[in-house]
């Protein structure tokens, strides 16, 4: 299983477990907010990494970067796109 498909099982969990949701969205207020969703997540059984999710969301933001118009340095800038964590925080608010 990839890392996608671990965030996709683990946000389909937080939207139909209520203390789920919590413990992922209480990682916000962390010091270390991507650090404390990594080992709440770990806890519940998923695997995810912080490297990992980094990686993930770089890798998806190159991969979206180089379809826009050629990928060249006429490509749009995308704010947030890369973040992972912020947008499955904003997935299961």
Request: hydrophobic residues 40%; charged residues 25%; glycine residues 6%.
């Amino acid at each position: 299983m990839d890392i996608y498909e671990v965030l996709d099982a683990l946000q389909t969990r937080a939207k139909h477990d209520p203390q789920v949701r919590e413990q992922l969205l209480a990682t916000r207020t962390d010091p270390h907010p991507v650090d404390a969703f990594c080992r709440v997540s770990q806890k519940l059984g998923y695997p995810i990494y912080m490297m990992d999710l980094i990686s993930a969301g770089e890798d998806f933001y190159a991969a979206m970067r180089r379809s826009t118009n050629g990928g060249g340095e006429n490509s749009p800038m995308l704010e947030g796109e890369d973040d992972f964590y912020e947008l499955f925080m904003a997935a299961i608010q």
